[in-house]
């Protein structure tokens, strides 16, 4: 088997779990407090990738200084943001609906580039944007023109993520890849666990009717074992063996694996209008990504889903 075929796989593999915890999510915070449930998936996260560290890639532990640090809690607060945000908003809202509108943080990607890094704006970015927004207004908006509350968080949520794939796309080549993934994993659990104390019971974490609850504690091992350190080793591994417009591909299915999954295991249906909505989202999404991008290497980035 090729190479290039099995990472394929593998990073549709990754993209599949991606998906799939929207709808774990959803039914894991109804027993577990949302900032709870996000703190003990990325410290656990943050654990298990630092025993990886540790165990096979000890060099990439060395060198860990203030910048690096600072680095890395600033990745962590736009991750926590976007989780926060995500999160909350499955409280409000359908997985189907916002694992399409979370795949809008690929279109925003080109504006916060311009804005943050002086990158010029590609005129696909500007088609597919365009694309998006009315698919987002069709997946969203109400007859009456309302939108959903959960809704909007999401797309706040989308914009927390841009934020996030923008600035890895600056600190990345400055730092060692697995390190500054631990730090802002950490760091991400780090803030959920200060919103636990703050807003939530955080005792729950310590009760075993909560924690051993089936959807709570599959979703806090898939969560933080598949969907966070796992997620992010394949992704390092396997992706310099495809193509970045491949790897762009792939990805970009995680909106149809979260409706899929909620077809399936939440019963979830969508309407006429909202799948076409998410169809032109997704086209949106693949017009920026793909469009006038040349097929060579790119700087890895830490998935976001």
């Known amino acids: 088997m090729k190479k290039s075929f099995l990472a394929d796989l593998i990073l549709l593999g990754v993209t599949f779990v991606w998906g799939a915890t929207f ?78 509108i ?35 207004a069709l997946l969203s908006l109400t007859r009456d023109l309302s939108v959903n509350f959960g809704d909007l968080l999401v797309f706040l949520c989308a914009i927390s993520y841009g934020l996030q794939i923008v600035l890895v796309g600056r600190y990345a080549p400055r730092y060692h890849a697995f390190s500054l993934a631990l730090l802002q994993i950490f760091f991400c659990g780090v803030f959920n666990l200060i919103g636990s104390f ?10 075993p009717a909560v924690l051993f609850d089936p959807w709570v504690l599959w979703g806090l091992l898939i969560c933080s074992v598949l969907a966070t350190a796992v997620a992010f080793v394949a992704q ?35 309407d006429v209008q909202q799948i076409i909505g998410c169809l032109m989202i997704l086209g949106g999404t693949l017009i920026a990504e793909l469009g006038g991008h040349k097929d060579t290497p790119e700087p890895d980035v830490v998935p976001s889903t």
Do not use: C, H
Request: no cysteine; charged share 15%; hydrophobic share 55%.
């Open 23 to 100: 709808v774990l999510v959803k039914e894991a915070i109804n027993t577990m407090p949302p900032f709870t449930f996000l703190a003990v998936r990325f410290l656990f996260a943050a654990l298990v990738l630092f025993l990886f560290m540790f165990f096979f890639a000890r060099d990439s532990l060395k060198g860990m200084d203030r910048r690096l640090w600072i680095s890395g809690a600033i990745l962590g607060l736009w991750l926590f943001a976007g989780y926060a945000f995500q999160t909350f908003g499955l409280e409000f809202t359908t997985s189907s609906k916002a694992g399409f």
């Open 102 to 136: 979370t795949g809008l943080s690929v279109v925003f990607v080109p504006f916060l580039s311009l804005w943050l890094l002086g990158q010029k704006l590609k005129r696909n970015a500007l088609l597919g944007s365009g694309v998006a927004t009315i698919g987002l």
């Open 198 to 207: 703050l807003f939530e019971d955080v005792s729950v974490i310590v009760s």
């Open 236 to 270: 390092n591994q396997f992706q310099k063996f495809t193509t970045p417009t491949r790897t762009a591909l792939i990805f970009a299915t995680e909106p149809v694996f979260a409706a899929i999954t909620a077809y399936f295991w939440a019963g979830e249906r969508l």
